[in-house]
């Protein structure tokens, strides 16, 4: 810009105070343009170290990877409690519908008010529909997670007043992602529920669990609900190595249970959207895709798909997976899975990719 030689100083300053004015009216209407290409409000997240960017951090419970290798390819390569190399599904939502890169624990003790008004995560890795599956791990439950939900939604209030909070919370999008411990960690491993149920009668047993869940969820004002559905858990490198026999085949009554609770929560799903006029349920698949990119690792430019990253990649997981017991593969990104339970950040991408396409239409509608 041209100064004038003769401009007096008190007219400089006026002028820099005017261009000051200008920059931040224009900052102010990227945010906001920003703001308003978010298809939703808010992400609002329940369920297990799938979806827990760091809840877990803060209990007591050794179901934790707030340590080195953990976060190697995460911002700053830090480690945040996040049970992968790096983003997690709830992170990849929430910046694929334009809310915000990445979405916080809800009991990460650096969180600030504002952070809520986007939305957060409640998940503590090793929780179940089942409340042994949380009891057993010392983990927040699905109860306690509805509990911390409740204090989360009078925090809204008290930081944008009620409009604002009934606004996030019936027009976010509420993800809930658990199930898979109570298969691995909880019917198989032990005997106390597989004396009490059969196969059947357990799906049965996680999908009342589910459907209490869901039902206390809209009590409290949620309309907009993606259900992920079970992995084929049996395919996991820890699975494999524990229950796969000989050659590490996955293992074939893990995945009947998740198939069989899949299809269950399904027709659950359904019956309770025609309950609930006004309230969308969506049930998210995920099962399928993992199992062709487990089943057809080259298909995606993967090469390894039966082994972890971290380690031997046969049982290495959380604890087990640390800086001075386990080495990490040379590249993470030619594995489908990071931890022997847990995908790397490369195999969730496509995973979040195929289940938004998928849902999109139902989602912003």
């Given at each position: 810009m041209f100064f004038p030689m003769k401009l007096r100083v008190p007219q400089v300053y006026l002028l820099l105070f005017f261009l000051l004015i200008v920059h931040f009216d224009a900052l102010t209407l990227t945010q906001k343009s920003d703001k308003s290409s978010a298809l939703v409000p808010a992400i609002i997240v329940f369920g297990d170290s799938i979806v827990d960017p760091g809840n877990?951090?803060?209990?007591?419970?050794?179901?934790?990877?707030?340590?080195?290798?953990?976060?190697?390819?995460?911002?700053?390569?830090?480690?945040?409690?996040?049970?992968?190399?790096?983003?997690?599904?709830?992170?990849?939502?929430?910046?694929?519908?334009?809310?915000?890169?990445?979405?916080?624990?809800?009991?990460?003790?650096?969180?600030?008010?504002?952070?809520?008004?986007?939305?957060?995560?409640?998940?503590?890795?090793?929780?179940?529909?089942?409340?042994?599956?949380?009891?057993?791990?010392?983990?927040?439950s699905m109860d306690d997670q509805l509990e911390l939900y409740k204090e989360y939604q009078e925090k809204l209030r008290a930081i944008g007043g009620d409009a604002i909070a009934e606004n996030i919370i019936s027009k976010g999008l509420h993800v809930i992602c658990v199930g898979s411990d109570d298969i691995a960690n909880t019917y198989f491993p032990t005997l106390f529920r597989k004396l009490q149920y059969d196969i059947p009668s357990y799906a049965d047993l996680v999908v009342n669990y589910a459907s209490r869940f869901f039902q206390e969820l809209i009590k409290l004002g949620a309309r907009k609900i993606g259900i992920v559905g079970i992995p084929p858990i049996g395919c996991v490198p820890s699975q494999r190595t524990l229950a796969g026999g000989l050659f590490r085949e996955c293992a074939p009554f893990h995945n009947q249970l998740a198939e069989l609770v899949n299809s269950k929560l399904n027709q659950e799903i359904q019956r309770l959207g025609s309950i609930y006029q006004g309230t969308l349920l969506v049930y998210i698949n995920i099962y399928d895709t993992l199992?062709?990119?487990?089943?057809?690792?080259?298909?995606?430019?993967?090469?390894?798909?039966?082994?972890?990253?971290?380690?031997?990649?046969?049982?290495?997981?959380?604890?087990?997976?640390?800086?001075?017991?386990?080495?990490?593969?040379?590249?993470?990104?030619?594995?489908?899975?990071w931890d022997s339970y847990h995908p790397t950040e490369r195999a969730y991408q496509i995973l979040v990719d195929v289940a938004i396409d998928d849902v999109l239409p139902l989602i912003i509608s």
């Open positions: 877990n951090n803060v209990i007591n419970t050794l179901v934790k990877c707030d340590f080195p290798p953990y976060g190697i390819d995460f911002v700053d390569q830090m480690p945040t409690g996040r049970f992968c190399d790096g983003r997690i599904p709830s992170d990849l939502i929430a910046s694929k519908l334009g809310v915000k890169e990445l979405l916080p624990a809800y009991l990460d003790p650096n969180l600030e008010p504002q952070d809520l008004l986007t939305g957060v995560s409640f998940a503590s890795g090793g929780a179940g529909y089942d409340p042994i599956t949380s009891e057993t791990a010392h983990v927040i199992l062709d990119i487990i089943q057809n690792p080259d298909k995606y430019d993967f090469e390894v798909a039966t082994n972890g990253c971290c380690g031997t990649g046969l049982l290495e997981v959380s604890i087990l997976c640390n800086s001075l017991t386990s080495f990490v593969c040379a590249n993470v990104s030619d594995h489908v899975f």
